[in-house]
């Protein structure tokens, strides 16, 4: 059994910087990967970012290249999200996840673990 428990989020002005954090407790294989999604009031959920827990390969959904960097610790069981220059838009419920599934890494049905999420608020 794996669990997911995320922290770092908060409210902060546009153009500020904030690191999530997500523990991981249970057995994380190398190959596993392991994602950020967000979602905000009356969306979907959307991909952020992910990372292989083994060889720390990295995926961005565009609109965060450049701003956002996962990343993960593997002795301390645990996945980053360092998220500079945010911008309201940013504002959403954030969720750490477990793929478990083969398919894409950016789809969340491929996902098999999920965190209770940590609310991030950008201001204007």
């Known amino acids: 059994q794996v669990q997911l428990v995320e922290s770092g989020g908060g409210l902060v002005q546009a153009g500020g910087s904030l690191r999530l954090s997500c523990a991981v407790s249970?057995?994380?294989?190398?190959?596993?990967?392991m994602g950020w999604f967000r979602q905000a009031p009356g969306k979907e959920r959307e991909f952020v970012a992910a990372i292989a827990w083994s060889g720390g390969t990295t995926y961005y959904t565009d609109s965060v290249k450049g701003r956002f960097t996962i990343s993960r610790d593997n002795a301390a069981n645990t996945l980053y999200l360092q998220m500079n220059s945010l911008k309201p838009e940013d504002t959403a419920a954030y969720h750490c996840?477990?793929?478990?599934?083969?398919?894409?890494?950016?789809?969340?049905?491929?996902?098999?673990?999920w965190g209770q999420g940590t609310q991030v608020t950008v201001s204007s």
């Open positions: 996840a477990l793929k478990l599934y083969s398919g894409d890494y950016y789809d969340p049905r491929k996902y098999g673990y």
């Open positions: 249970g057995r994380i294989f190398s190959s596993y990967i």
